[in-house]
Nanobody
């Protein structure tokens, strides 16, 4: 069982930055793929970024490429999402998710409770 706790959300003006953190429990964190998703009111949940298991690839949705960076610190069992040049359309609840990465398609089994990000114009 993996437990995930997000933090770092808040309110910023357009053009500002935030760094979200996803702290995970468990001794095998480096073997997990971690993804960030977001969901705005009235909209479906959207993939934002992902980091395959330690040493693996990273992925981003097109709308955040060049602005967001996902990184992981295996010693701290934590994945970060650095968000720069924030736009009002980035306003959402952001969730991190985890799945044991066996090298194929990732299906996320564990989810955090979410953290609110609000970007004002």
């Amino acid at each position: 069982q993996v437990q995930l706790v997000e933090s770092g959300g808040g309110s910023v003006q357009a053009g500002g930055s935030l760094r979200l953190s996803c702290a995970a429990s468990g001794p095998t964190f480096s073997r997990y793929a971690i993804g960030w998703f977001r969901q705005a009111p009235g909209k479906e949940r959207e993939f934002v970024a992902a980091s395959r298991r330690s040493g693996g690839s990273t992925y981003y949705v097109g709308s955040v490429k060049g602005r967001f960076t996902i990184s992981r610190d295996n010693a701290k069992n934590t994945v970060y999402l650095q968000m720069n040049s924030l736009k009002p359309e980035d306003t959402s609840v952001y969730y991190c998710a985890a799945a044991l990465d066996l090298g194929g398609v990732v299906r996320y089994d564990y989810w955090g409770q979410g953290t609110q990000v609000t970007v004002s114009s």
